[in-house]
């Protein structure tokens, strides 16, 4: 039998039983090796302060500590999960991207990419795209499963689940965070979409659920990036001085766009599509 490796950082854990169902009927044709990325550095559920301590170093790619562990020299296949945090791949996967044990494996190998997003996962895709096919992995199909709440209070759902480990919300007004159970389960579906496409000339690209009108916008997207770059080497200016003042002025300014600005260029980006 051929042999796969599923690698993954999954915080929450929602990740992880992703993937799982996801190469559940690759088994008839595979040997499957399980890698999951594990950082003492950050841990779930998170306070407040944590959620957004995170971000300059994320958005900046700089690696943390991480260990995980391969247990074969060579894999026909690789299939790689990760989840964006601030628009950027995690920082644990990202320093995973860079490790040499990952170029190693991917190298003239076939990739799946599979994504746990909320509803903005284009700039963190292209940046795993980038690393990927740098050190010659050869992507044969992307996977993204994403939430179908809103915007704004999809933010909020994703805060109190991060803050409390619970995905359900007490307050009746607030969506469920997370994809849903019923998605997750049916992962083995778009799985089995992978498995095809290992033979296509063409790599798929898959949103699961569909695209809808509640979706981030490419110009809203576009706008966060080139705003959170400009926060992040900030913050990390003259070696991270003021760092706490400058996160308390991130917060604010993001709190501030998210609940103001962001509809305003949502809306005038409808008009202009």
């Known amino acids: 039998m051929k042999n796969l490796l599923v690698a993954y950082y999954s915080q929450t854990g929602q990740l992880k039983e992703i993937v799982t169902h996801f190469v559940k009927q690759w088994s008839e044709f595979y040997t499957i090796d399980f890698t999951e990325i594990k950082s003492d550095q950050y841990h779930f559920p998170m306070t407040y302060k944590q959620f957004f301590d995170v ?24 299939i790689l999960g990760f989840q964006p945090w601030f628009l950027y791949p995690s920082r644990p996967f990202n320093s995973f991207l860079q490790s040499e044990a990952l170029k190693k494996a991917i190298r003239n190998k076939p990739v799946i990419l599979v994504i746990d997003a909320r509803n903005s996962w284009r700039n963190s895709l292209n ?5 990927i096919e740098k050190h010659g992995g050869i992507i044969k199909g992307i996977f993204v499963f994403r939430e179908i709440s809103k915007n704004r209070t999809g933010f909020i759902s994703l805060c109190y689940w991060l803050f409390t480990g619970k995905k359900k919300s007490p307050f009746k007004l607030l969506p469920a965070a997370g994809i849903s159970q019923e998605i997750i389960d049916k992962a083995d579906i778009y799985g089995v979409e992978a498995l095809k496409a290992l033979t296509e000339p063409e790599r798929i690209y898959t949103v699961i659920p569909p695209v809808n009108k509640e979706f981030t916008s490419i110009g809203y997207e576009r706008y966060a990036v080139n705003k959170y770059l400009e926060w992040a080497e900030y913050i990390s200016k003259n070696n991270y001085k003021h760092r706490r003042s400058k996160l308390l002025f991130f917060r604010i300014w993001i709190l501030i766009t998210l609940f103001v600005l962001s509809p305003l260029i949502a809306k005038k980006n409808r008009k202009t599509n």
């Not at 940046?127 to 690393?131: A, G, Q």
């Open 55 to 78: 971000f300059p170093e994320t958005v900046l790619k700089q690696p943390c500590k991480i260990h995980f562990e391969i247990e074969k020299e060579d894999y026909d296949t690789v």
């Open 127 to 131: 940046e795993v795209i980038i690393e």
